[in-house]
C-alpha cells in the first residue's frame, strides 16, 4: 500500500524543475480603464449625434408650414392679449370663426367681416384667455391645417374656468404670406363646465 501512495503523490506534485513547464500562460494584459472609456463615450456621442440629425430631419418641416405655425402662433398671442388688431393682421379678409362642444355641430358661427370682429370684442369683455399647450401640428402645402391643444381661462357668474380645447385653422398662402382663413374651436370632452361660448 505504500508503493502505491508514493505513486499516487509524485504524479499529483509535480518536482520543482517540472513547474515552469506545468503552469499556463500568463494573465491576458487587459487596455486601460481609461482607453476603454473613452472608446465608450466616442461610440456614445457618435450614436447621439446620428439619432440627433435623423430626428431633426424628421421634423423639419417645409418653408411653407413653419409660416402656417409662426401665423397661429401670432393670431394667439394676438387673441390672449386682446389684440383685435394684431389678430386681423393674421386673418384673410373672409376670415371666419365657429365654435362648439362637437367638432362637425356649430354651436356659434360662422362668423365673418364685422361680425366676427364683435364676436372676437364679446370675449375680450368676458375676460377670455387662451394659451397653445405644446407643439401644434400641421399638414398640407397650401392651404395648410394646423391643430392646436390650448387652455381657455376665463370667469363666469365669479367662477374662474379653466378649459382645454382645440383649434383647428386652415391657412392660405397669399402672395407672399399665409394667412388664416379659418378657426373651428371645439372641445373633444363632453362639457362638464360652463363653456367659453356662453360669455357671449
Do not use: C
Given at each position: 500500500?505504500?508503493?502505491?501512495?508514493?505513486?499516487?503523490?509524485?504524479?499529483?506534485?509535480?518536482?520543482?524543475?517540472?513547474?515552469?513547464?506545468?503552469?499556463?500562460?500568463?494573465?491576458?494584459?487587459?487596455?486601460?480603464?481609461?482607453?476603454?472609456l473613452a472608446v465608450a463615450l466616442a461610440l456614445a456621442v457618435?450614436?447621439?449625434?446620428v439619432l440627433a440629425w435623423r430626428l431633426w430631419h424628421e421634423?423639419?418641416?417645409?418653408?411653407?408650414?413653419?409660416?402656417?405655425?409662426?401665423?397661429?402662433?401670432?393670431?394667439?398671442?394676438?387673441?390672449?392679449?386682446?389684440?383685435?388688431?394684431?389678430?386681423?393682421?393674421?386673418?384673410?379678409?373672409?376670415?371666419?370663426?365657429?365654435?362648439?362642444?362637437?367638432?362637425?355641430?356649430?354651436?356659434?358661427?360662422?362668423?365673418?367681416?364685422?361680425?366676427?370682429?364683435?364676436?372676437?370684442?364679446?370675449?375680450?369683455?368676458?375676460?377670455?384667455?387662451?394659451?397653445?399647450?405644446?407643439?401644434?401640428?400641421?399638414?398640407?402645402?397650401?392651404?395648410?391645417?394646423?391643430?392646436?391643444?390650448?387652455?381657455?381661462?376665463?370667469?363666469?357668474?365669479?367662477?374662474?374656468?379653466?378649459?382645454?380645447?382645440?383649434s383647428l385653422f386652415t391657412l392660405l398662402q397669399l402672395q407672399?404670406?399665409?394667412?388664416?382663413?379659418?378657426?373651428?374651436?371645439?372641445?373633444?370632452?363632453?362639457?362638464?363646465?360652463?363653456?367659453?361660448?356662453?360669455?357671449?
Amino acid at each position: 500500500m505504500a508503493d502505491s501512495a508514493e505513486i499516487l503523490e509524485v504524479s499529483l506534485m509535480p518536482e520543482d524543475g517540472d513547474s515552469d513547464e506545468a503552469a499556463g500562460p500568463g494573465p491576458r494584459r487587459r487596455p486601460p480603464l481609461a482607453v476603454v472609456l473613452a472608446v465608450a463615450l466616442a461610440l456614445a456621442v457618435a450614436l447621439a449625434g446620428v439619432l440627433a440629425w435623423r430626428l431633426w430631419h424628421e421634423q423639419a418641416r417645409p418653408g411653407g408650414q413653419e409660416e402656417a405655425v409662426a401665423v397661429v402662433e401670432r393670431y394667439t398671442e394676438a387673441f390672449d392679449a386682446h389684440d383685435l388688431e394684431g389678430m386681423r393682421e393674421t386673418l384673410a379678409d373672409r376670415a371666419a370663426f365657429s365654435g362648439g362642444e362637437h367638432l362637425d355641430q356649430s354651436t356659434v358661427g360662422p362668423f365673418t367681416g364685422k361680425e366676427l370682429d364683435d364676436f372676437y370684442r364679446s370675449l375680450f369683455r368676458a375676460g377670455v384667455r387662451v394659451t397653445t399647450d405644446g407643439p401644434v401640428q400641421v399638414t398640407g402645402q397650401g392651404p395648410y391645417r394646423v391643430v392646436a391643444v390650448q387652455t381657455v381661462r376665463y370667469t363666469v357668474a365669479g367662477v374662474q374656468v379653466n378649459e382645454q380645447a382645440t383649434s383647428l385653422f386652415t391657412l392660405l398662402q397669399l402672395q407672399d404670406r399665409a394667412v388664416i382663413l379659418e378657426h373651428v374651436w371645439w372641445r373633444p370632452l363632453a362639457a362638464q363646465a360652463p363653456s367659453m361660448l356662453w360669455a357671449r
